[in-house]
């Protein structure tokens, strides 16, 4: 019996090699070791958290690399330091690195201030369960203190929340232990402890910001942040904030004059920043004192500059600290810009209406949702005010002119 020809019947291995299909299958991308770190789905950009999961959220599922944060502080700078020190308190988690730059506080402080992380079991947050809706016998005049037309609506959901896990949780009751803090590695800029040093040439960018900048790129560099050098060995994710840029304590004058001198050195150092983080595995935090800053156009550029942006409008000493509506709640938040990465159309949050508050132990962002307007308990005293009203005209003799309020 004839033996088979080649390519009929078994053929040898080298048309084997060359008949194999020429899918392969996908490896995983080195990032994905980075500790703290996921994959954005919507855009495959790496993410890290804020250490706010509600914050999370907003942002389209946290932070991108290489991107900047700006956050627009509250009048008393009370709220705004503490997402900072959430997003510092999240890298310290992760073993991630940091970097804390200061002019007004020493970096040490911000760090000996950050809070405390909590378990798993005790951050799940669990529905509250409505009156309403529980098996225990009610009263009937408990029952009757909703109206009847919104006894059907559906109930509100006022959390922001993923459906997948991201980030920890902390205590802003409780100090982070110092074990856990000094675990990690911290690089500061304390601006005192930085003597301005006169430049040969004349530049738009203010010495301090020029300083900072060059202290940046000396860490990222040094500590192999670079894209270059971190694909190359084990790779760590570089967290960096600043405090309270634009102030006058960074020897900047635009919170002072409606036409500062020193106008573009805070745009043209943001411009740097962001050029450097787009080549580094590193994520910054800035916080500026927008409220101070008198030229809105130059506010408006500010932001164009960062990748995403909030401002936050405290409730304190405002007239709505005191107004009823806004009880459950300590400010608004505004998302001013949300960053268009690796896609046409960037997640916007699915409600404009936010609002933020400070529990006892942590600080979240919810849905703004004001109480319900029970018309008819305000018909009934009004009524009632109307009808005294009307008899004291009568008594007095003006009640010829007939009645003003028609009651329908």
């Not at 308190?89 to 804390?100: K, Q, Y």
């Not at 000396?218 to 050098?229: D, K, N």
């Not at 459950?328 to 404009?352: A, E, R, W």
Request: neutral net charge; charged residues 20%; glycine residues 6%.
């Amino acid at each position: 019996m004839a033996a088979p020809r080649s390519g009929v019947g078994n053929p040898p291995a080298e048309r084997l090699l060359v008949n194999t299909t020429s899918f392969q299958k996908k490896t995983r991308s080195k990032l994905l070791s980075i500790p703290g770190t996921r994959h954005s789905v919507q855009n495959g950009q790496l993410l890290v958290s804020t250490g706010v999961t509600s914050l999370d959220y907003l942002l389209g599922g946290g932070i991108a690399v290489g991107t900047v944060l700006l956050i627009e502080e509250d009048r008393y700078d009370s709220y705004s330091r503490m997402i900072l020190k959430y997003f510092l308190a999240e890298g310290v988690v992760c073993r991630h690195e940091l970097f804390v730059a200061a002019a007004q506080m020493n970096p040490d402080d911000i760090l000996q201030e950050l809070p405390s992380p909590i378990l798993d079991d005790v951050a799940v947050h669990r529905p509250v369960q409505h009156p309403m809706m529980s098996d225990e016998p009610q009263d009937s005049l408990d029952a009757m203190q909703i109206a009847w037309r919104y006894q059907n609506l559906p109930k509100v959901q006022s959390a922001l929340a993923s459906s997948s896990r991201f980030g920890h949780y902390y205590d802003v009751s409780k100090v982070m232990e110092a074990e856990i803090r000094q675990a990690a590695q911290c690089h500061r800029f304390y601006l005192p402890e930085h003597p301005s040093q006169a430049s040969p040439t004349r530049s738009t960018m203010l010495e301090s910001y020029s300083a900072l900048l060059k202290s940046l790129q000396e860490v990222i560099h040094s500590r192999g942040f670079g894209v270059a050098t971190s694909l190359s060995k084990t790779s760590n994710i570089l967290r960096i904030g600043l405090h309270s840029l634009g102030s006058v304590m960074w020897g900047d004058d635009l919170c002072c004059h409606d036409n500062p001198t020193n106008k573009h050195a805070l745009t043209t150092f943001l411009y740097g920043l962001r050029s450097l983080l787009r080549s580094s595995l590193s994520i910054a935090v800035v916080t500026v004192p927008s409220h101070l800053i008198q030229d809105r156009a130059l506010m408006g550029s500010i932001t164009r500059l960062c990748d995403n942006a909030i401002a936050l409008e405290s409730f304190k000493g405002s007239e709505r600290e005191t107004n009823p509506l806004y009880k459950d709640y300590h400010g608004l938040l505004h998302v001013q810009q949300i960053p268009h990465l690796n896609c046409l159309v960037s997640n916007l949050p699915d409600h404009k209406d936010l609002a933020f508050k400070l529990k006892r132990k942590q600080f979240s962002i919810e849905r703004l949702h004001l109480p319900p307007d029970l018309s008819e308990t305000v018909s009934r005293v009004s009524r009632g005010e109307l009808a005294g009203a009307d008899a004291v005209a009568s008594a007095c003799g003006s009640g010829s002119s007939g009645n003003k309020h028609l009651d329908f």
